[in-house]
């Protein structure tokens, strides 16, 4: 379905809508020109009505046409504002990645809240594939969801007809990729985020992230930069990590350039501080995530008088009682240098967003208050 031509917009202030209405009121919104946001059912009552107030009391911006949130994984969750056509521009090529042809099913397994998610009901309403929001489906050919819920879908054996996904908001583990491949799943994985939707993507060739059709990519001082026509116009409300310097913008998220090839390491705001040394918890996860038992696990620091911060790990484990201590500190010494090693061990489940994401701050606070046993 095509979208209507421009009307002038009946409201000037973003109009919330419960995850359970979408996508009907979302068609509706959008054919009447005003702004929506679906909000998150799992937000705490605090949270939701600082929302609430927030798209009560602030203006929608010029030009603004689409509201979704950012992920919350470090701090409460922004509203980020953008034009229709700033992901409209993104559908032709998304289509040609996925090798996507009339008739197909997108498996939605994040709710409409998720910006991911918010992306293809948007694709969907423009004639792209149509949606279908479950764990599992036998008519989904499509996939868009995070590297937690691939996963997910891959072992319950839950979409039978998936021939092709679209994975991002974190890295993907090779073993995913290698499951996937294994059952003739094309896999395109992205590196993105709700301000700058799609940056860069690897589509199985093995060489790593290279910049998505249409922009550009420079990693100035470790921070990378993208000059795109898919970024948004900004926030509601307060500033967050979106910043741009004329055409490029930037979400403060680190990595490296190399031929070509982008390797991400991580948002500059999760880095951890301790004793004079930076880490980076996304590096420390990829390489615990190779060990026997573990099966996801999240790095965070926590405060320590005299060196800042302590790094710590909390491992799901993949298995009841298959994780030890001495294991795991054995490992660690193998692993990384000695400012880099986890000083402090966790098992338990990781607290994640509505999209699957490591829930950092929640995370933290959990380890901080003792919620969660030592190893």
Known sequence: MARPPHHHRVSSFVVPIEARDAPARLALLRRSDRVPLVLDERWPAPVRAGILSLLAQTPVPAGAEWAALTSGSSAAPRVVV???????????????????????????????SSSLTLFSL????????????AATSSRATLFHGTP?????????????????????????????RAEALARRIRVVEYYGAAELSFVAYDDDD?????????????????????????IALGYLGE???????????????????EAGRLRVAGREDDAIQTAG????????????????GVADVAVVGLPAPGVGRLV?????????????????????????????????????????????????????RRLASGEVPRV
């Not at 700033?86 to 409409?112: H, I, K, T, Y």
């Not at 093995?206 to 898919?230: C, N």
């Not at 040394?277 to 026997?292: H, Y």
């Not at 990384?336 to 933290?364: D, N, Y």
């Open 312 to 364: 710590a790990a909390l491992i799901e484990p993949d298995r009841p009682g298959c994780l030890d201590a001495a294991m795991l500190r054995a490992a660690a010494s193998r692993l990384f240098a000695p400012v880099h090693r986890p000083r402090l061990w966790f098992a338990g489940t990781i607290a994640r967003t509505s999209s699957g994401k490591i829930a950092r701050a929640e995370v933290e």
């Open 277 to 292: 040394a930076t880490v980076i918890p996304s590096e420390i996860e990829q390489a615990l995530r190779t060990l026997d």
């Open 148 to 176: 937690t819920h691939f996963a997910a879908v891959l072992a319950s054996s839950g979409a039978p007809q998936l021939r092709a996904a679209l994975v991002g908001g974190m890295a993907l583990p090779t073993d995913i």
């Open 82 to 112: 953008r034009t229709h056509t700033s992901w409209a521009r993104s559908f032709p090529a998304v289509e040609q990645l996925l090798g996507a042809l009339p008739g197909d099913v997108v498996l939605l397994p994040a709710p409409p």
């Open 206 to 230: 093995g060489k790593g992230l290279r910049a998505f059709p249409g922009v550009e990519i420079a990693v100035h001082d470790g921070v990378i930069w993208a000059r795109s026509p898919y």
């Open 122 to 133: 948007a694709h969907a309403l423009a004639g792209g594939p149509a949606p279908e929001f």
């Open 239 to 257: 500033a967050g990590p979106l910043r741009r310097d004329g055409a490029w913008a930037s979400v403060g998220d680190r990595g490296k350039l």
